[in-house]
Structures are given as C-alpha cells and as structure tokens.
C-alpha cells in the first residue's frame, strides 16, 4: 500500500528565500508522484508530477521537486518565494498497485506562509 | 486545458434535504472521475471511485447509500448527498483523470462548500 508523509504542517520563509517543502513516501511499485497547490476555499491546481521519466521535475510557478528513490523522498522546491506563493500544498502518490486506478493519496498537507 | 468545474460552488440547505453537485469536465473526456470531502485545515479524503456507466466504487467507512454517485457521461458526473445532516457539513472536491493522457493525472473541480442547517 501506499503512503505519503509531508514534514512540517508549517513552513514559514521571507520573501525571495528559498522554498522547501518535504515528501517522503512509501510504495510497493514504483510510484507515480505529484504536488498540488490549493489556495483558500479553491480546488487543487497540479503544480508538477513524476511519472518515471527525468528524477528532477520542473513545474510551474518555478517549483520544481527531485524524486530520489533511495531516500524514498519527492521535495519540493522554489529558488525565490514569491508572497502569491501562501497557499496550502499536498503531496501525493498515485495507487498504481490495484487495477491501476489512479487513486491519489495525499499526504497531510503543508501550509506555506511568506513574510514580506 | 483540462479544466473541470463544479456546480454549485457553494449550497445550503435545511436537515434532511438532499443536495446534488455536479461535476464536469470541460475539455476533455475523463475515464474516471473521483469524489473527496475535506474538512477544514486538513487533507483530502477520498469518497469513491466512478467510471463511466458502471457503479462507483466506495472508500471503507463510506456509505453509498448517503453518497449517491451517478457517472452519466465522459464528462459529467453528479453525487447526491440524500438526507443530509450538519455532520455533512463539509468542502466537496472532485477530480478527473483525462482519457487521452493515459489516466495518470487528475485535474480538480473548484470545490463546492455545503452547509447544512
């Protein structure tokens, strides 16, 4: 079975610092992996995904995220944090184990907050 | 591309009521189409699983029979809530995997806010 562990309820940065945002996940194949981005009271926007082709994604906004297997880990990345960068952020792996049905399951979700 | 919406965006209602969210797929045709509740401050929980023209599939701890999920189309799904209590109160997402991409991506609906009196 899958799972999905996001460190940090609560990542704080000034503006123009770096973001890191943490995913560790675990799978019994390989997994499928995505961020998404949810602002208040909205739905979820896809902000990248690996799907087993280049290990260092870039997707939009100029986030980007590494999946290192052998830390069984898939951060996310931003050079400079913008204040549009406030929002709440998932990680989560596709349930490719069963039928392939592409199930997301989410980690708990990290609340990025940017100080000006 | 692969925008998905969601009507209503919000709905209240009285106690025993029942209420129906739509959910569409704009541009493209969706193999699947997933339904989640989230409560505030916390994650997404998966509600269940539907395919076009076959019954949905519910998660544990789900019951179909409060959540009627009706997949009528590639674009259009709807899900029920039958008398709905304050306890249903909740933020309802739904999700599509796009036929065409090979289902390994969902795009999300807007959300739809339910408040039940």
């Known amino acids: 079975a899958q799972s999905v562990t996001q460190l940090g309820s609560h990542v704080s940065v000034s503006e123009g610092a770096l973001v890191l945002l943490r995913c560790n996940y675990s799978?019994?194949?390989?997994?499928?992996l995505f961020w998404y981005v949810q602002y208040p009271n909205q739905g979820l926007q896809l902000l990248l995904k690996y799907t087993s082709a280049a290990t260092l994604v870039k997707g939009i906004n100029g986030f980007e995220a590494e999946f290192k297997k052998s830390e069984t880990s898939f951060h996310l990345t931003k050079p400079s944090a913008h204040m549009s960068d406030a929002a709440e952020y998932f990680c989560a792996v596709s349930d490719r184990g069963s039928g392939n049905t592409g199930k997301l399951i989410f980690g708990q979700g990290t609340t990025l907050q940017v100080k000006p | 591309g692969a925008v998905v919406s969601q009507h209503p965006s919000w709905v209240i209602c009285k106690s025993g009521t029942s209420v129906k969210i739509e959910c569409r797929s704009l541009?493209?045709?969706?193999?699947?189409m997933f339904w989640y509740r989230q409560f505030p401050k916390q994650s997404l929980m998966l509600m269940a699983t539907?395919?076009?023209?076959?019954?949905?599939?519910?998660e544990q701890g789900v019951e179909k029979d409060k959540f009627l999920i009706n997949h009528a189309s590639l674009t259009l799904s709807t899900l029920t809530v039958t008398s709905a209590h304050p306890e249903d109160s909740s933020f309802y997402i739904c999700?599509?995997?796009?036929?065409?991409?090979?289902?390994?991506?969902?795009?999300f609906g807007p959300g739809t806010r339910l408040t039940v009196l």
């Open positions: 541009d493209f045709q969706a193999t699947t």
């Open positions: 539907s395919n076009e023209g076959s019954k949905a599939t519910y």
């Open positions: 799978s019994s194949v390989p997994p499928y």
């Open positions: 999700s599509a995997s796009e036929l065409a991409a090979g289902a390994d991506t969902q795009y």
